[in-house]
């Protein structure tokens, strides 16, 4: 049977780009699934303009990701940010990854951009943890089988790391397929600030939270400080 593939996406206040991200994902799914978080910009009139099913959750990415997953018709689900730019060529990659009946998921390879000394920094970290540690998060696009997100129990509603917290369940599950031939591009503006202490914090975080068990909720004071020291 042919693999199909819905594209989730979560938004809030994503008027400027959601359209686009739209169209990108059209090329890559079957089905294009935009869950707002209450935007106030018409970010949900305009990605249902755009051709997208549009439904409504909390605002929170793991719940957002959540709702999409559950009204997902698709044999395959491919979790997107809104501002990320992933290739066509994405679909045939997960095709021919998954036609090997032991993978579960996986996801690809993330460039920062522009070259900026953060892009690099960052594109790096991601790369040598992604091959060496098997950590990666939801901005390297997340793709999965329906049926193993749904038997994993799927997104959890976290302040943070819920998508890392699916991918160390997904890791247990099965292979992983890390697509390093295709490039997902994101920004960088959020660590052009303070590249070294932001990678730091992360790191620290990562630290916390595998290798001590600290909660999500408790790590969220941290990620929180990233966000308003580095915009």
């Not at 719940?63 to 997107?80: D, I, K, R, T, W």
């Not at 990678?199 to 290798?211: D, F, N, P």
């Amino acid at each position: 049977m042919a693999l199909t593939v819905s594209v989730i996406i979560p938004t809030f206040c994503e008027a400027g780009g959601i359209a686009d991200a739209v169209r990108r994902a059209q090329e890559i799914g079957d089905e294009v699934i935009v869950v707002d978080g209450g935007s106030s910009d018409g970010t949900a009139e305009l990605a249902r303009a755009a051709g997208a099913r549009v439904v409504s959750a909390a605002r929170s990415r793991g719940a957002q990701l959540h709702a999409g997953a559950s009204v997902a018709e698709g044999s395959v689900l491919l979790f997107l940010h809104a501002d990320v730019v992933l290739p066509s060529s994405a679909r045939a990659a997960m095709v021919e990854a998954l036609a090997d009946d032991r993978v579960v998921g996986g996801n690809f390879y993330l460039r920062f951009v522009p070259g900026s000394f953060a892009a690099s920094l960052f594109t790096l970290a991601n790369h040598w943890r992604r091959r060496w540690l098997r950590i990666y998060y939801g901005d390297s696009g997340l793709f999965v089988r329906r049926d193993v997100y749904r038997r994993l129990g799927g997104f959890r509603a976290l302040p943070v790391l819920e998508d890392y917290e699916l991918v160390r369940r997904l890791e247990r599950a099965g292979r992983t397929a890390y697509l390093r031939d295709v490039v997902i591009e994101a920004s960088a503006r959020r660590f052009e600030a303070a590249p070294l202490r932001t990678l730091g914090v992360w790191t620290l975080i990562q630290v916390l939270y595998s290798g001590f068990g600290v909660r999500p909720e408790r790590l969220a004071k941290l990620y929180r400080d990233i966000r308003g020291r580095t915009g």
